[in-house]
């Protein structure tokens, strides 16, 4: 998946805590755990977020890899803290207990329960579902916030905004206002289409039900040239798209204007080369059809992937399954959930392209250190313009 940056996540959803592990980051970048909280507590919120989330106070204690607000170049390593541990203390014990723990066997379409107890041969959901949660992205999250740190360092802004929720679509021309994203319970643009989006919440809800919707993911100030044409898994578009596609929920990525190209012509779907005026403002394009990718580098335009996560699996109102002991219809297992992930989606899947990102950039401009990794850049930089100018 990565070139340069190793990450690992652990921890169950309602074990002690979830641990995050990063390797490959440079010397150098100045990095606090209140930078990361505050991603951390960007994914918490969301309108038709579950219980969970007035439980947790989602922090990563930073222990390893940074001295005096600066990385080391060593490991990065983070804990997270389950603050609902304590009420699962026996149920998710370490050790053995006397105690009879009654068993999920009631599975849930939709979730890993019935592949993952086949796969592992588990005589209990619980196996699967604690670590098949989505309570994984936390992790995911702070990895990301490192990953972001440095491509913030190198002038590059990274956002979302949900463009549709339980069938509400958001209508968004220009120049998105990210101010008004942050403010908004449904992290929408489009105020009206937020509250409907709300309402349509608020309608699965009372229904026992949930709902999905589509999340945009936007990077701006990248350099041309990250990712490579020369091997199938260097291309960036592909490395992308596999970060997106492995949030929970996640059923479809593209990238740009993806599947609407396709009713199009190719005059009017590839973005124009404009004639270069100033060698130091090169390879300007009025159009961002490819949504910053060609050929699977990065075109120095923003980069905008969507991808689309399903109406989540654990339903109140719980759909027909099966017991996985005896076989016989049964109401699916529900416990404790969200009714809506589209909100947290943009934060999560905003850590995920940090992570894609930041590795692409360190495989370009690789460097021990933030210094050495400035100069590669800045020396690169002054190379792309017309060979003339
Ligand atoms: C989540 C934590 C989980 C779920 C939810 C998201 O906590 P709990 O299971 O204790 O309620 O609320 O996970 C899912 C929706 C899922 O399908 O796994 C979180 O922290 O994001």
Same mark, same amino acid.
């Given at each position: 998946?990565?070139?340069?940056?190793?990450?690992?996540?652990?921890?169950?959803?309602?074990?002690?805590?979830?641990?995050?592990?990063? &390797?490959?980051?440079?010397?150098? $970048?100045?990095?606090?755990?209140?930078?990361?909280?505050?991603?951390?507590?960007?994914?918490?919120?969301?309108?038709?977020?579950?219980?969970?989330?007035?439980?947790?106070?989602?922090?990563?204690?930073?222990?390893?890899?940074?001295?005096?607000?600066?990385?080391?170049?060593?490991? !990065?390593?983070?804990?997270?803290?389950?603050?609902?541990?304590?009420?699962?203390?026996?149920?998710?014990?370490?050790?053995?207990?006397?105690?009879? !723990?009654?068993? /999920?066997?009631? $599975?849930?379409?939709?979730?890993?329960?019935?592949? @993952?107890?086949?796969?592992?041969?588990?005589?209990?959901?619980?196996?699967?579902?604690?670590?098949?949660?989505?309570?994984? %992205?936390?992790?995911? /999250?702070?990895?990301?916030?490192?990953?972001?740190?440095?491509?913030?360092?190198?002038?590059?802004?990274?956002?979302?905004? +949900?463009?549709? !929720?339980?069938?509400?679509?958001?209508?968004?021309?220009?120049?998105?206002?990210?101010?008004?994203?942050?403010?908004?319970?449904?992290?929408?643009?489009?105020?009206?289409?937020?509250?409907?989006?709300?309402?349509?919440? &608020?309608?699965?809800?009372?229904?026992?039900?949930?709902?999905?919707?589509?999340?945009?993911?936007?990077?701006?100030?990248?350099? !041309?040239?990250?990712?490579?044409?020369?091997?199938?898994?260097?291309?960036?578009? @592909?490395?992308?798209?596999?970060?997106?596609?492995?949030?929970?929920?996640?059923?479809?990525?593209?990238?740009?204007?993806?599947?609407?190209?396709?009713?199009?012509?190719?005059?009017?779907?590839?973005?124009?080369?404009?004639?270069?005026?100033?060698?130091?403002? +090169?390879?300007?394009?009025?159009?961002?059809?490819?949504?910053?990718?060609?050929?699977?580098?990065?075109?120095?335009?923003?980069?905008?992937?969507?991808?689309?996560?399903?109406?989540?699996? %654990?339903?109140?109102?719980?759909?027909?399954?099966?017991?996985?002991?005896?076989?016989?219809?049964?109401?699916?297992?529900?416990?404790? +959930?969200?009714?809506?992930?589209?909100?947290?989606? @943009?934060?999560?899947?905003?850590?995920?392209?940090?992570?894609?990102?930041?590795?692409?950039?360190?495989?370009?401009?690789?460097? &021990?250190?933030?210094?050495?990794?400035?100069?590669?850049?800045?020396?690169?930089?002054?190379?792309?313009?017309?060979?003339?100018?």
């Amino acid at each position: 998946m990565f070139n340069r940056i190793r990450f690992l996540t652990a921890g169950e959803s309602h074990g002690q805590s979830l641990t995050v592990l990063l &390797d490959g980051l440079p010397a150098g $970048l100045s990095l606090s755990e209140s930078y990361i909280g505050q991603q951390m507590s960007r994914r918490q919120l969301g309108y038709g977020r579950g219980g969970r989330q007035l439980i947790e106070k989602d922090w990563a204690l930073i222990t390893s890899g940074v001295r005096h607000g600066f990385t080391l170049g060593s490991p !990065i390593s983070m804990s997270i803290e389950n603050k609902d541990w304590v009420n699962w203390t026996k149920v998710m014990s370490i050790s053995k207990i006397d105690e009879e !723990i009654k068993r /999920v066997t009631r $599975l849930r379409p939709g979730h890993a329960d019935l592949p @993952g107890t086949m796969k592992y041969g588990y005589d209990d959901v619980r196996n699967v579902l604690e670590r098949a949660s989505a309570r994984e %992205t936390a992790a995911r /999250v702070a990895g990301g916030a490192v990953a972001r740190r440095l491509l913030e360092h190198f002038g590059v802004e990274i956002n979302s905004h +949900s463009l549709s !929720i339980g069938g509400v679509w958001a209508s968004v021309s220009g120049p998105i206002d990210w101010a008004i994203v942050e403010k908004s319970p449904v992290r929408c643009v489009d105020e009206k289409a937020g509250k409907q989006m709300m309402m349509a919440i &608020d309608d699965a809800k009372e229904m026992g039900d949930t709902v999905g919707g589509v999340v945009e993911v936007v990077a701006e100030g990248l350099p !041309i040239g990250l990712g490579s044409h020369v091997q199938w898994d260097q291309k960036i578009d @592909g490395r992308i798209a596999q970060a997106l596609m492995s949030i929970h929920a996640t059923k479809a990525v593209s990238i740009g204007d993806g599947w609407e190209s396709v009713n199009r012509r190719g005059s009017q779907v590839h973005d124009v080369i404009e004639p270069v005026k100033d060698p130091t403002n +090169s390879w300007i394009r009025k159009t961002n059809r490819s949504g910053g990718t060609e050929g699977g580098m990065t075109t120095g335009s923003a980069l905008v992937a969507r991808f689309a996560i399903k109406p989540i699996s %654990t339903l109140k109102n719980p759909l027909p399954s099966v017991d996985l002991d005896s076989g016989d219809l049964v109401q699916a297992h529900y416990e404790r +959930s969200d009714v809506c992930q589209v909100p947290p989606a @943009g934060v999560i899947g905003e850590a995920m392209l940090s992570l894609v990102l930041a590795d692409a950039f360190l495989e370009k401009f690789g460097g &021990d250190s933030i210094a050495e990794i400035s100069r590669n850049f800045e020396g690169y930089q002054k190379t792309v313009r017309p060979r003339n100018m």
